[in-house]
């Protein structure tokens, strides 16, 4: 039996909203009765520590969590969120992409990319949630809580009773440890506005930049450093780019075109410590190799971690981080719920257990939650993996990118396109397309990598392999889907 079975199998039974909080004889009523007589029996209490739903953290997926429950009229005096940061929520990925366009090129801020506006919802700024009636608690992280008496404990020493949890804590930025140099003044990570606008003052007097780390964030920062004309290293330990899904030889177009932008590359190496200047700002970051490399900022993009604590005891999962929950975000503790980055769940399409830490992800992991948790749908959540970056975008850059990549990426490879500009690579495995990227595509051409990801078609490698362009390898592809 698969560890998803297993996990699913041992789940406590479905209890839609989990609620202590409710009278037994209000468990078994519909779910609108319900609402009267909760708000009934505990209005004296429900201003002070008594919440009917809480959503721990305000990042993206609780942003889109707490739509849902507006589209429920479930918002209304009955929602709380409780978050570490001191804005509303917004669509993180913009940190690393528009926000950090040069000051004269019309940089993204909020009140801007609140969500859900990444996804052409309405923009939820801090007076949308007071309109909708919605609590927020802004920079008070909560640290504890109590599950048998469903109680949750902030940092200001708030008590707020819960009817049902959701927990959105998202990720935290992985850290160099403060030994070898990660706390230095010049040091950064890039998680939310605070690090971001942290970030924009050192590059403001920046010379030197080095950015540690070859994955999405490292590569759109670097991308975004050389668009403020900066002298920019990309240092990373693996042979190329985006090792976990680029092939090598789709690394080396783009590895090409920063090159052409200006970003110096620095592959195989690792990094020995990063060292302080005399002022106590960075100055250098030193190699295992002895070499050493002048900066003024350093940027560290490494990945991320779960931000699961206080949560631990709900069950993490050893393999993949993160609470684990089922196909409807249920944890194991009754009227707890775990959604976006921090959630391992069942990815039913591939039949295994996952965490993803993709945007798209985390908006509809809290719609199928909040959905599942308010309404009668049953239905487990079936997730299709996609990814996307876009850099070079601000106003006057030689070339913009903009790449997708839906499905697996298992099995062999067929690339065909020459990235001036479009560029795609199909996934091949076992005779079926699992998975396909694509550079510069039409919205048309976009729209059927989902479907051509979700059907799996059995597909004609050697005719791919002969396509003389990427609009002929998508209509070959296209073609198999409709056999
Ligand atoms: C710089 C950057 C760029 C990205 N770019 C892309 C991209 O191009 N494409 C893509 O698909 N994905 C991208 N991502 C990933 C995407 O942003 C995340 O997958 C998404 O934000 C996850 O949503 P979430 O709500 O689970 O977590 P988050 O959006 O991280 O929100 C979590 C929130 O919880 C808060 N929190 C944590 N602990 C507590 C606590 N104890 N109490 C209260 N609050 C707490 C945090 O402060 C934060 O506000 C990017 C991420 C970053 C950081």
């Given at each position: 039996m698969s560890s998803v079975r297993t996990f699913m199998l041992t789940l406590s039974l479905p209890r839609k909203h989990g609620l202590s909080l409710l009278s037994p004889q209000s468990s078994s009523i519909g779910f609108r009765s319900f609402r009267r007589s909760y708000v009934a029996a505990s209005s004296s209490a429900f201003a002070n520590e008594n919440r009917e739903f809480v959503i721990v953290g305000g990042g993206n997926a609780a942003g889109y969590a707490a739509r849902t429950f507006v589209e429920h009229d479930m918002a209304n005096g009955r929602l709380c969120i409780v978050s570490k940061e001191a804005y509303a929520p917004y669509e993180r990925p913009a940190l690393t992409k528009g926000y950090l366009f040069p000051l004269d090129k019309k940089p993204a801020r909020l009140p801007g990319f609140h969500t859900c506006v990444g996804s052409g919802g309405e923009r939820q700024t801090p007076d949308w949630y007071k309109e909708k009636g919605i609590e927020m608690f802004y920079e008070d992280p909560v640290t504890g809580i109590d599950i048998e008496k469903q109680t949750l404990r902030t940092n200001s020493g708030k008590q707020l009773k819960y009817g049902s949890l959701i927990i959105a804590t998202g990720c935290t930025a992985s850290r160099f440890p403060d030994k070898i140099g990660g706390n230095l003044s010049g040091v950064h990570y890039v998680r939310d506005v605070a690090d971001a606008d942290s970030l924009i003052s050192s590059l403001e007097k920046a010379r030197k930049v080095v950015v540690v780390g070859g994955g999405y964030i490292g590569m759109e920062i670097a991308a975004a450093a050389v668009g403020w004309k900066l002298d920019t290293t990309i240092i990373f330990p693996e042979k190329h780019l985006l090792p976990r899904l680029f092939t090598p030889s789709?690394?080396?177009?783009?590895?090409?075109?920063?090159?052409?932008?200006?970003?110096?590359?620095?592959?195989?190496?690792?990094?020995?410590?990063?060292?302080?200047?005399?002022?106590?700002?960075?100055?250098?970051?030193?190699?295992?190799?002895?070499?050493?490399?002048?900066?003024?900022?350093?940027?560290?993009?490494?990945?991320?971690?779960?931000?699961?604590?206080?949560?631990?005891?709900?069950?993490?999962?050893?393999?993949?981080?993160?609470?684990?929950?089922?196909?409807?975000?249920?944890?194991?503790?009754?009227?707890?719920?775990?959604?976006?980055?921090?959630?391992?769940?069942?990815?039913?399409?591939?039949?295994?257990?996952?965490?993803?830490?993709?945007?798209?992800?985390?908006?509809?992991?809290?719609?199928?939650?909040?959905?599942?948790?308010?309404?009668?749908?049953?239905?487990?959540?079936?997730?299709?993996?996609?990814?996307?970056?876009?850099?070079?975008?601000?106003?006057?850059?030689?070339?913009?990118?903009?790449?997708?990549?839906?499905?697996?990426?298992?099995?062999?490879?067929?690339?065909?396109?020459?990235f001036d500009p479009k560029i795609a690579t199909f996934w091949v495995d076992s005779g079926k397309l699992k998975g396909v990227l694509l550079e510069s595509g039409s919205t048309e051409e976009f729209e059927l990598l989902p479907k051509l990801a979700r059907s799996r078609p059995s597909v004609d490698k050697a005719k791919l392999q002969n396509a003389s362009s990427v609009e002929e390898a998508l209509n070959i592809a296209r073609t198999s889907l409709q056999v």
């Open positions: 789709l690394s080396k177009r783009y590895e090409e075109l920063y090159q052409e932008n200006g970003v110096k590359f620095l592959k195989g190496a690792s990094i020995k410590n990063l060292e302080a200047g005399s002022g106590g700002r960075i100055a250098a970051v030193k190699l295992e190799d002895g070499s050493a490399i002048e900066a003024d900022t350093v940027i560290i993009g490494i990945g991320a971690k779960p931000a699961v604590g206080p949560f631990e005891r709900l069950g993490l999962n050893t393999n993949v981080g993160g609470i684990q929950v089922d196909g409807q975000f249920r944890t194991s503790a009754p009227g707890i719920f775990a959604i976006g980055d921090v959630a391992a769940f069942p990815l039913k399409m591939y039949d295994r257990v996952a965490r993803v830490e993709h945007v798209d992800h985390a908006r509809r992991s809290a719609q199928h939650c909040i959905k599942a948790l308010l309404s009668a749908q049953t239905r487990m959540y079936d997730y299709l993996p996609y990814f996307y970056s876009r850099v070079f975008e601000y106003e006057g850059s030689p070339r913009k990118v903009w790449w997708q990549f839906y499905g697996d990426n298992v099995g062999e490879t067929v690339e065909i396109g020459n």
